[in-house]
T-cell receptor, first 115, second 114 residues
Framework: ETGVTQSPTHLIKTRGQQVTLRCSSQ?????VSWYQQALGQGPQFIFQ???????GRGNFPPRFSGLQFPNYSSELNVNALELDDSALYLC??????????????FGPGTRLTVL | GQQLNQSPQSMFIQEGEDVSMNCTSS?????WLWYKQEPGEGPVLLIA?????ELTSNGRLTAQFGITRKDSFLNISASIPSDVGIYFC??????????????FGTGTRLQVTL
């Protein structure tokens, strides 16, 4: 069974640029959630994708957007990067419907640094 | 964004000691999860709790889902050096369009000395 994978591992961008982060869900998992973890804090929910549609969003502006593909993999896009976007971005996958509250399994994360 | 209150913030203990940490919320949760995170890695699921009052063990780890549904506790018995890391609680809401959205605690950093 393959776990959650994310790419790239590290990324350095400058303010104003755009970035795309990628996530492959654990085998058989159909729901993907994205979290932002600033240094020294717990992860914060960005949004969730189920059946290729966004299903719930946390307190993040529209310049944070995403996609889910038919194979359940997902992308997180961030436009007009700001210094405060520097963080570890975590992808988590789970099996079932979003209302069933199943366990989420996390990938290793992508460390984004905005200069 | 909202974070659950987790205590203690950090702990320095000796190998072999028992550890207790807890997590409290102003909101009710339907599920409580405990994760461990090591430097440069994503959180790893340790224990999942689904019912108020439930007590669940995973090896040396024991966690409880509080009766009020607003708190949870994690105990680690006979700590060993590889227990070092940051422990996060996370709650899943009971009534939400995104019932599997996780709200995380502030974390408990555990250091184990020999």
């Amino acid at each position: 069974e393959t776990g959650v994978t994310q790419s790239p591992t590290h990324l350095i961008k400058t303010r104003g640029q755009q970035v795309t982060l990628r996530c492959s869900s654990q085998s058989g998992h159909n729901t993907v959630s994205w979290y932002q973890q600033a240094l020294g804090q717990g992860p914060q929910f960005i949004f969730q994708y189920y059946r290729e549609e966004e299903n719930g969003r946390g307190n993040f502006p529209p310049r944070f957007s995403g996609l889910q593909f038919p194979n359940y993999s997902s992308e997180l896009n961030v436009n007009a990067l700001e210094l405060d976007d520097s963080a570890l971005y975590l992808c988590a996958s789970s099996l079932g419907t979003p209302t069933s509250g199943r366990e989420q399994f996390f990938g290793p994360g992508t460390r984004l640094t905005v200069l | 964004g909202q974070q659950l209150n987790q205590s203690p913030q950090s702990m320095f203990i000796q190998e072999g000691e028992d550890v207790s940490m807890n997590c409290t919320s102003s909101s009710i949760f339907n599920t409580w999860l405990w994760y461990k995170q090591e430097p440069g890695e994503g959180p790893v699921l340790l224990i999942a709790l689904y019912k108020a009052g439930e007590l669940t063990s995973n090896g040396r780890l024991t966690a409880q889902f509080g009766i009020t549904r607003k708190d949870s506790f994690l105990n680690i018995s006979a700590s060993i050096p590889s227990d070092v890391g940051i422990y996060f609680c996370a709650g899943q809401p009971s009534r939400s369009g995104t019932a599997s959205k996780l709200t995380f605690g502030t974390g408990t950093r555990l250091q184990v000395t020999l």
